[in-house]
């Protein structure tokens, strides 16, 4: 276990050697089922309805988890290819120090969601504090003993957790408590009924489609820290789609039946507490919320995890330990201090910025060059991937057409700035564009590197 644990930070943001590689498709597999078990993932179910039908909402759910989790495999495949962090992917297309720029975009959204996390975990355990034991509120108490769990476990990294934590036991536990959960939530509410529920039309399908795809897509700036451990390509691209897949529609869809029920009525100022106590309102419902807050804790552990791995690619000389701990000294802190708000316009925020990049990764990986990239030269200032001053001036311009592009289409409800045509879907348009454009790019002017 020690030598695993000092594994998991000796190798810093360059290439894993072939033999350190741990993680074969079941362990893939088990990572990122466990990385989609979440309360954040049923809130968003929540959001779908009554805006949309149950049916359509369970249509958008699988359409957008499809086209999500495909790309989410798509580039787990490029990191097992290079064994390199994905940020150290952005090098070649982006240049060495364009990689800055998602680097610290990927680092911020990071920290919000593991920030998030820690306040939906708090809040659930201070709920059934008060409710089980009849105790004072703890939500402060619970913020810190969140934070810190999720940070030993950021500290172990992820083949320690992945192979002593997550299949000895979590994995378990979460499965059992969610096939109760499911059968709780059929059994209890009229299934029927909810099916028959006409959707008041407030969100379109496409835009729902949007909520759901982002999800995974917020995981692909972060992929390759765990598919670099992957044993070959085969396993990161399904282990990885694969496992986020199946809990993230599941979780997606007990979101959504919980909403179209009478169980609960969304508040925008609190939007976690009435999915909480609808849970917790089932047959052995304190239960369920007991084992979903081990299972919760994944996601706060891969969040600083990665974001240690991000601020690595900006500082290379930093050692991942020391920024794992300031990474979640900074949760405490906005955990103590920042409500769970506005969170559909984050996602939204996420997707625009993180969609068309995907884009451009994938032709220039794929298309542009082959699926041949020179590892060596990733690090070497003035070489191949220096391009003008350390930045591709090209692809930067690609990405934030598609930016504009992403947000012209779906806007930020949220923050009153409506879309042009959210009917349509920014997702697959996005990234469509952010493919084309930069293929288009790659034979038309320089994006070769010079």
């Known amino acids: 276990m020690a030598g695993t644990l000092e594994e998991s930070t000796s190798h810093g943001i360059r290439p894993i050697p072939t033999a350190h590689r741990r993680l074969g498709f079941p362990d893939m597999f088990v990572l990122w089922a466990n990385l989609g078990v979440s309360f954040l993932v049923m809130l968003v179910g929540m959001f779908l309805v009554p ?20 790309l989410l495999g798509l580039i787990a495949t490029i990191g097992a290819d290079t064994g390199v962090p994905t940020m150290v992917l952005f090098r070649p297309v982006l240049g060495i120090r364009g990689s800055y720029a998602p680097s610290l975009l990927n680092a911020l959204q990071l920290i919000g969601w593991a920030t998030f996390e820690v306040i939906v975990m708090a809040q659930a355990a201070d709920l059934l504090t008060r409710r089980l034991f009849g105790l004072a509120e703890s939500y402060l108490c619970w913020v810190a003993v969140f934070t810190l769990l999720s940070t030993l476990l950021a500290l ?55 909520l759901v ?31 986020y897949f199946v809990s993230h529609v599941w979780f997606y869809a007990l979101g959504a039946l919980l909403g179209v029920s009478a169980a609960v009525t969304f508040d925008p100022n609190a939007p976690i507490a009435p999915l909480l106590a609808a849970i917790a309102g089932l047959t052995a419902g304190w239960l369920a919320l007991v084992v979903l807050l081990v299972g919760e804790t994944d996601e706060s552990f891969a969040n ?11 500082l290379p000389q930093a050692g991942l330990r020391p920024l794992i701990l300031a990474a979640g000294a900074l ?13 559909e316009s984050f996602l939204l925020l996420i997707g625009s910025i993180f969609v068309p990049l995907l884009g451009v ?50 806007g930020l409800p949220q923050l009153h700035l409506p879309g042009l045509a959210p009917w349509l879907g920014a997702t697959l348009p996005t990234y469509l564009f952010g493919l084309a454009a930069y293929a288009l790019a790659g034979r038309w002017v320089a994006v070769t590197p010079r």
């Open 213 to 243: 795809a982002v999800m995974p897509i917020s995981w692909v700036p972060s992929v390759a820290d765990y598919s670099r451990l992957a044993l070959g390509r085969g396993a990161a691209f399904w282990g990885t789609g694969l496992g």
């Open 331 to 343: 949760v405490l802190l906005l955990a103590w201090c920042v409500p769970l708000v506005q969170y």
């Open 361 to 410: 990764i994938t032709a220039d990986y794929f298309l542009l060059r082959d699926r041949r990239y020179d590892t060596d030269e990733f690090y070497r200032e003035g070489g191949t991937y220096w391009y003008r001053g350390g930045v591709n001036w090209t692809a930067f311009a690609v990405w934030g057409l598609g930016i504009g592009l992403y947000l012209l289409i779906a």
């Open 51 to 70: 805006g949309l039908s149950l049916g359509g909402a369970l249509l958008a759910i699988l359409v957008g988890a499809i086209l999500g989790n495909a």
């Open 304 to 314: 600083l995890y990665s974001t240690a791995v991000s601020v690595q690619n900006m």
């Open 156 to 210: 172990g990294g992820p083949v320690l957790v992945v192979k002593q934590w997550m299949e000895k036991f979590a994995t378990w536990a979460v499965l059992l408590t969610l096939v109760w959960l499911t059968a709780a939530v059929l059994t209890t509410y009229d299934l029927s009924a909810m099916l028959a529920k006409a959707g008041t039309g407030a969100i379109s399908f496409w835009l729902a489609v949007d």
